[in-house]
């Protein structure tokens, strides 16, 4: 049986593998949760999973948490994160926290030895070869959740060193594929993904392709693959999740149905495959298979994040946080859609890329680019 820990329980990814673990029967142990706010939520998953022991990060909601459960079962703050993973004597954290605050807890298992099946890209985006190297020295393994790094996972897996030439992330396009003007664009519009169910923060990342860009990042990360060799296109479908192409010419694809569940139930089980009850894709029934260049001018966050990957160093970490801080603002009406790769550009320009020696230079970087990027918003505001 595999001891599981799922970080952010209570988001979309974070339900799902709940989904996923609940119907492993005996192959799956969930050993502990983690959620941010969302007490109650976590407490209900609790109790129909059997799970003693609950972190919850907002101190408030912590307080009220524990005043529902037993002594001692409700753990807070970020510390309370550390001591959960720590502690649960789990095989496998599943990182599903949303943002930058996903890092710590990535560190803290790889730290430890445990398995990180992560879909917190952000701890790769930020943290960069640190994380890598930290995981190739505890012996952990990193298994990717995101569709189409779990794609090219599966993909590569069964290919030689060498024979692999190009990874191609394909993007669903977002909202505002077929949209020439974005000015107007309102927060509803954003949040409406057509493919995708998700949270607040990566469905506006989505519909501006910065998320597309994180992955970019992360592939680069994961697969030790060069930017010139990594290639995006926009697929609406959602069908094709990633492809290969190979050293003799021919290229693989992943296919299969826009569900969530199997790439968390291929990380979860991983090496094994487990049954998602999903149909078989009927390709006839598709009907079409359709690719484009993404839009660099209408979606410049894409162009940025390329932009950042390849200048390294501490570049992605203020990219992050610059959007972090732009797109809380855009859900809060404070500026305009168009305006968030303005604060991501302008921040990249204002605080310099360095080399960093340890997690801690990160923190300080990401802290300093939000203060930037805050400044930024306060001018544009005004």
């Not at 890092?103 to 430890?112: D, R, Y």
């Not at 970019?216 to 479908?237: K, S």
């Not at 009850?277 to 001018?297: I, M, N, R, W």
Request: with cysteine; net charge negative.
């Amino acid at each position: 049986m595999k001891k599981v820990v799922v970080l952010g329980s209570t988001g979309s990814i974070g339900e799902q593998a709940l989904e996923v673990i609940q119907a492993a029967g005996d192959e799956l142990q969930l050993v502990g949760i983690s959620a941010h706010s969302r007490w109650e939520r976590a407490c209900q998953q609790a109790d129909a999973h059997g799970v003693e022991r609950v972190a919850i990060t907002d101190p408030d909601a912590a307080m009220r948490c524990a005043a529902e459960r037993p002594p001692g079962s409700v753990l807070v703050g970020e510390t309370g994160v550390t001591e959960l993973i720590a502690s649960s004597g789990a095989d496998l954290v599943l990182n599903a926290v949303t943002g930058a605050a996903g890092l710590g807890p990535t560190i803290v298992a790889l730290s430890q030895g445990i398995d990180v099946a992560l879909a917190n890209k952000e701890s790769l985006v930020i943290g960069g070869e640190l994380v890598t190297t930290l995981a190739e020295a505890s012996g952990a393994a990193i298994i990717p959740v995101d569709s189409e790094h779990s794609a090219l996972f599966q993909l590569i897996r069964s290919e030689r060193p060498g024979t692999v030439d190009r990874l191609v992330l394909t993007a669903s396009g977002g909202p505002f594929r077929e949209r020439e003007d974005l000015s107007g664009v309102t927060v509803e519009e954003a949040l409406a993904h057509p493919t995708w169910d998700m949270g607040g923060r990566i469905t506006i990342d989505s519909a501006t392709l910065f998320n597309k860009g994180l992955e970019l990042i992360e592939a680069h990360h994961l697969f030790g693959v060069p930017y010139d060799a990594i290639d995006v296109v926009v697929h609406p479908q959602s069908i094709v999740h990633s492809l290969v192409h190979l050293n003799d010419g021919a290229s693989l694809a992943h296919m299969g149905y826009p569900d969530m569940r199997v790439p968390i139930s291929y990380a979860l089980h991983f090496p094994e495959r487990a049954d998602v009850p999903l149909p078989t894709l009927d390709l006839a029934a598709v009907g079409a298979l359709t690719f484009e260049e993404p839009d660099l001018e209408r979606f410049p966050c894409l162009r940025l994040a390329r932009e950042a990957g390849e200048a390294g160093g501490t570049a992605p970490c203020v990219l992050n946080a610059a959007d972090e801080v732009a797109v809380e603002a855009f859900l809060h009406g404070r500026i305009p859609f168009t305006a968030i790769p303005e604060v991501i550009e302008r921040t990249l320009a204002e605080v310099p890329a360095t080399v960093p020696t340890h997690f801690e230079d990160l923190y300080a970087v990401d802290a300093e680019a939000r203060e930037r990027a805050r400044d930024f918003l306060e001018g544009a505001v005004a």
